[in-house]
């Protein structure tokens, strides 16, 4: 069984930075790719970067590419969002997820179906 805890959402004003953090449990977290999701009120989740098992490879979503930032730390277990320059479009509960594929090539069309653990959420809201 694996857990995802994340960490470090909060209130923070337009044009801020936060750091998101997800501390994966499990003896495994090296091999598989890892994403942050995110959902807004009344809108539904959505993909927003993801980072390849060795952290060689990383993809964004358009609207976060150049503010947002993702990477890993094999040895820690974890894996981080470095959010800068945030928007208050940005807000909304963040959530990692482990994508299912072990040692898997493709990142870039990574979906909540090919996610098999999530994290319970932080939220992130940014005020105009």
């Known amino acids: 069984q694996v857990q995802l805890v994340e960490s470090g959402g909060a209130l923070v004003q337009a044009g801020g930075s936060l750091r998101l953090s997800c501390a994966a449990s499990?003896?495994?977290?090296?091999?598989?790719?890892m994403g942050w999701f995110r959902q807004a009120p009344g809108k539904e989740r959505e993909f927003v970067a993801a980072?390849?098992?060795?952290?060689?490879?990383?993809y964004y979503i358009d609207s976060v590419k150049g503010r947002f930032t993702i990477s890993r730390d094999n040895a820690k277990n974890t894996v981080y969002l470095q959010m800068d320059s945030l928007k208050p479009e940005d807000t909304a509960v963040y959530y990692c997820?482990?994508?299912?594929?072990?040692?898997?090539?493709?990142?870039?069309?990574?979906?909540?179906?090919?996610?098999?653990?999530w994290g319970q959420g932080t939220q992130v809201t940014v005020s105009s």
């Open positions: 980072v390849g098992w060795r952290g060689r490879n990383t």
């Open positions: 997820a482990r994508q299912r594929f072990r040692r898997a090539h493709d990142i870039a069309t990574m979906t909540g179906a090919d996610m098999d653990y």
């Open positions: 499990g003896r495994t977290f090296s091999d598989y790719n």
